[in-house]
């Protein structure tokens, strides 16, 4: 009796095991059919494994072109297998809405955002019902796409901007409550030079206080720059600061604060208010650890007119300033036409020329320069100026110590004249 | 509040609605089972098309439906800028279906597809050379300044070069120079471009196939059936009389695959019109994911 039982036990066993090996086999056969992603490959998996959506869906994008009708058909089998396929719903909703069946292209794309909470869904509907002019369910889907928003926002926030023209609508419509999707907005705000919301998409991302925020917002701040809005840039510049964000302090025009990084404590990185490196050839800039300043090395090979070395100084309106530093030059002749010069910050109007720098032991230079009236900003500049009569010049000059500072009121009478540089005193 | 106050905040409030919901028409969708760009910017899945956005193919490729009928499947690693009535190819390759009078920019070529049932495939090689094949209907080519520069039969394929050619005007051609109320007309064997020839040479060989090489007169009114003027520099007779051609033409269509794949080569130039020189090339030029090719399908969610 037990000989028997276990005979019998045997036996199942045996077929239970054949039959799972032969059903693995066939699975796998399938699998490979499928893999070839050709008709009659997909046909034979779909033989072997009818209940695949996976297959329908392919089957449905190989005859997509040759069996209208077949497609979607197959498309729906795939759906009605996995009814959790959002993707086959997108493309089931598209199809639809190329075919001219709006309700069912809507019917799919919810059906699809109703299986599936991540952003695709949630997209595809946006788009839906910006292509139908349906602003309301636009913009109720937008603020479903942003609380689930990854990766590159500026399709989403293009649309929006095509939609309305007004960034605190925008902005209130979305309710963004994330950090990365704050960044990006302000990126795409950068991007598009949308500068009105800018200065506030930068406030609201500063309270994150990340560090790879960093670089956008500095780029908010130089794009303010160039709209000529300084004070918008200065919050975001004194905020970062303030943050310890960057390692420059905080800038107050009105209080006479105006150079960034006088003292060349760091390398210029170009950025904000930050000195601006040149970016032509032939001249390099490092800094130079023995007298702790700005080495500008002159190959010869540099353009007979550049800049050097530039900075965008915020300042007060019609008000008279001083700049002083110091500096040495070698292999650099008199009257050569290396010296400092300012100009409004589109540069089109000169406010002060320095005289020519040229000194091998360090000197004191200063320049005096009023602001004009209406104007938040001004550009300062090391300048080289080919004088005539000489070659491209061939050298260094080494800067430190630069201090910037606003007038007394009696100098704004003084500098009614002429503005020149003075060499008030040799150091050494 | 009373009524007039109350109208006039209705009033201004359905004012700021509008301004608010203007929504720029769309001029289609493009969808793709893969990432691509829209304007430089990353998308998934599908995408409104805006007048004069532009789609960049990644790994996959791009169907692009626009709301006026056309259908264009946009290859890997391709560029165009679309606009509601043509696009510009800037890199790669897409085919075009249902776009009567779409017109597709490549080089400085303009296609046009001649009916809704075209089905046309254009391989934009480099900013000079262009392939267009049509499947299925014809395509019309242009140079930049709308001279068609070939008609592009169905089944057949020609690779065009605007830099080879020489000046605006060299003309070079061959085919059969007939006359025609007192004109003297070829028809391009390999573009299949008609044009009326001047010049005392052209009475010569009328009747015969000949190879021609001529300027295009600028601005000159060509005879009925031709699309421009050339003043014939010389003309070559190749023998054989009109009917012969037909019948030899016949068997060589779709030859001198030359040019397809590189530039085109002086000696495989088979004709020069309006400045572009043309060869013929084999049907199917390699456009991956074209309307009848192999294409991936979404990834399942399971």
Not at chain 1, 368 to 382: E, I
Request: hydrophobic content about 40%.
């Amino acid at each position: 009796m037990i000989l028997v039982a276990r005979f019998v036990g045997a036996a199942a066993m045996v077929v239970a095991l054949t039959f799972m090996g032969a059903w693995t086999v066939r699975l796998a056969l399938a699998d490979y059919r499928f893999r070839q992603e050709t008709l009659s490959g997909t046909a034979a998996a779909l033989v072997l494994e009818p209940d695949n959506a996976a297959y329908y869906v392919r089957l449905a994008a190989i005859i997509r072109e040759s069996n209208p009708v077949g497609s979607p058909r197959a498309l729906q089998r795939a759906i009605a297998l996995n009814a959790w396929d959002s993707q086959s719903w997108v493309e089931l909703g598209l199809r639809a809405e190329a075919a001219g069946d709006l309700a069912g292209a809507e019917s799919s794309l919810l059906r699809a955002a109703g299986v599936d909470t991540e952003y695709y869904p949630r997209w595809s509907l946006v788009n839906y019902y910006f292509r139908h002019d349906n602003p309301e369910k636009f913009w109720f889907w937008a603020r479903k796409a942003t609380e689930m928003a990854y990766g590159d926002l500026a399709p989403l926030f293009n649309l929006c901007w095509n939609v309305a023209s007004d960034g605190a609508f925008i902005e209130q419509r979305l309710d963004i409550r994330k950090a990365d999707v704050e960044s990006d907005y302000l990126t795409y705000l950068t991007s598009q030079n949308r500068v009105e919301p800018m200065a506030g998409a930068a406030t609201r991302l500063l309270a994150w206080n990340r560090e790879g925020d960093v670089p956008v917002l500095l780029a908010a701040c130089e794009r303010l720059i160039a709209d000529d809005r300084p004070d918008q840039a200065i919050r975001i510049w004194n905020k970062l600061a303030e943050l310890h964000r960057i390692l420059y302090g905080a800038l107050a025009p009105g209080l006479g604060t105006s150079l960034t990084n006088g003292d060349f404590t760091i390398l210029p990185t170009s950025r904000g208010f930050d000195w601006q490196l040149p970016s032509t050839g032939g001249i390099t800039a490092l800094l130079d650890e023995r007298s702790a300043g700005l080495r500008i090395s002159f190959s010869g090979r540099q353009l007979e007119n550049c800049d050097a070395l530039a900075q965008l100084l915020p300042v007060a309106e019609d008000s008279n300033y001083e700049l002083r530093f110091l500096y040495r030059t070698s292999g650099i002749a008199s009257e050569t036409g290396l010296g400092w010069r300012i100009t409004g910050p589109n540069e089109t109007r000169v406010l002060a020329q320095g005289e020519s720098l040229a000194s091998e032991s360090e000197k004191e230079g200063r320049l005096r320069f009023k602001t004009p009236t209406g104007s938040g900003m001004v550009r300062l500049a090391l300048t080289y100026q080919r004088a005539l009569g000489t070659t491209r010049i061939e050298g260094f000059i080494v800067l430190r110590g630069l201090r910037l500072t606003r007038g007394p009121t009696e100098l704004v009478r003084a500098l009614d004249f002429p503005v020149h540089l003075r060499h008030v005193s040799r150091i050494h | 509040m009373n009524c007039v106050t109350r109208s006039f905040l209705s009033l201004l409030s359905s004012g700021c609605l509008l301004f608010l919901t203007a929504v720029p028409p769309s001029i289609g969708v493009v969808r793709s089972d893969g990432d691509f760009k829209v304007d430089g910017s990353t998308v998934r899945g599908n995408a409104t098309l805006l007048e004069g956005s532009t789609v960049q193919t990644g790994g996959t490729q791009s169907r692009i439906q626009l709301s006026g009928g056309a259908e264009i499947v946009l290859s890997p690693a391709s560029r165009v800028q679309v606009y509601r009535d043509h696009t510009v190819l800037q890199q790669g390759a897409q085919s075009v279906k249902n776009g009567e009078r779409y017109r597709i920019d490549a080089a400085t070529l303009r296609i046009s597809l001649t009916d809704t049932h075209t089905l046309a495939e254009i391989v934009a090689k480099d900013s000079n050379r262009v392939s267009i094949a049509a499947r299925e209907g014809s395509v019309d080519v242009r140079n930049g300044a709308g001279v068609l520069v070939a008609t592009v039969r169905p089944g057949l394929a020609l690779a065009f070069d605007t830099q080879a050619g020489g000046t605006a005007t060299a003309s070079k051609m061959s085919g059969c120079l007939v006359t025609k109320g007192g004109k003297y007309l070829l028809t391009d064997s390999t573009t299949n471009v008609t044009v009326e020839l001047q010049g005392s040479d052209a009475a010569k060989s009328a009747g015969h196939r000949v190879e021609i090489t001529g300027l295009m007169v600028p601005d000159a009114t060509p005879a009925d059936g031709a699309s421009q003027v050339i003043q014939v520099v010389t003309v070559d007779s190749v023998g054989a009389a009109c009917g012969q051609l037909m019948r030899a033409s016949r068997g060589q269509s779709g030859g001198g695959a030359a040019g397809a794949g590189g530039g085109l080569s002086t000696g495989a130039i088979a004709a020069i019109v309006a400045g572009v020189a043309v060869v013929g090339t084999v049907v199917g030029l390699g456009v991956a994911g074209t309307f009848s090719g192999k294409s991936q399908p979404p990834a399942s969610t399971p």
